[in-house]
């Protein structure tokens, strides 16, 4: 009989009130690849590569698309964080809507809060009119936070609010906003030894960790390259 090595990755779905709406439960066959099967993909939309490594990745993505839940893809640099996110988005049923991307690091961190956010005409300095933040540019689709590890403590929060209660405040504004927006965010730095080093919140981490994709280095993959 053929042994058969499961993981199993159970996450509690909080309202942010204290409750629960229930658990996402995400099972990965881990069972060492037939080296002799032949009909493995050599791609899944834009993202390319044969190896075992990929095909784990290719199955991840399908099943993980169709939950609606906060995705969190870790990976080095160069391995396909976006590219990821983009299948995630189009297995989603949110395909139709748009998917908004914000690189976290390429924002002055004084303009991210009203980047993200939005602001009111005249809350600050040079806001000569009222502006759409990208939270709201991705009502009803896919916001894609890349490199999330590098902002600040203050963003660290606002996001956490945000996550907890689907609700926010442009920058300015005293009445909350609501959106229905699936939050994917990605990563090239540990953010477990940042959460350890206190340099990350721990709710925020288990907030956009409900589920992890972990995408292979190049190294592990050489007969992709």
């Given at each position: 009989h053929t042994q058969?090595?499961?993981s199993v990755c159970i996450s509690p779905l909080e309202d942010g009130r204290g409750g629960f709406h229930g658990v996402v439960?995400?099972?990965?066959?881990?069972?060492?690849?037939?080296?002799?099967?032949?009909?493995q993909r050599t791609s899944f939309h834009r993202m390319i590569g044969a190896s075992a490594a990929m095909q784990t990745v290719y199955t991840m993505i399908e099943n993980v698309g169709k939950v609606d839940s906060a995705v969190l893809?870790?990976?080095e640099s160069g391995t396909g964080k976006e590219l990821a996110t983009e299948a995630l988005h189009l297995e989603s049923h949110r395909k139709n809507r748009p998917l908004v991307k914000v690189d976290c690091t390429a924002i002055p961190e004084n303009?991210?809060?009203s980047e993200l956010f939005g602001h009111k005409?005249?809350?600050?300095?040079?806001?000569?009119?009222?502006?759409?933040?990208?939270?709201?540019?991705?009502d009803g689709g896919t916001l894609f936070l890349d490199e999330i590890g590098d902002i600040s403590s203050m963003m660290q929060l606002r996001?956490?609010?945000?996550?907890?209660?689907?609700t926010f405040y442009p920058v300015g504004r005293d009445t909350p906003i609501q959106v229905d927006v699936r939050v994917i965010a990605a990563t090239n730095v540990n953010l477990r030894e940042k959460v350890q080093q206190g340099k990350f919140r721990e709710d925020l981490y288990y907030r956009l960790r409900v589920i992890d994709i972990i995408l292979p280095s190049l190294r592990e993959r050489t007969g992709d390259v």
């Open positions: 058969k090595v499961f439960i995400v099972i990965r066959d881990m069972t060492p690849q037939d080296k002799s099967h032949t009909d893809i870790t990976g303009l991210l809060e005409k005249g809350s600050f300095t040079g806001a000569d009119q009222d502006r759409m933040g990208r939270i709201l540019q991705a996001l956490l609010r945000f996550l907890q209660e689907k």
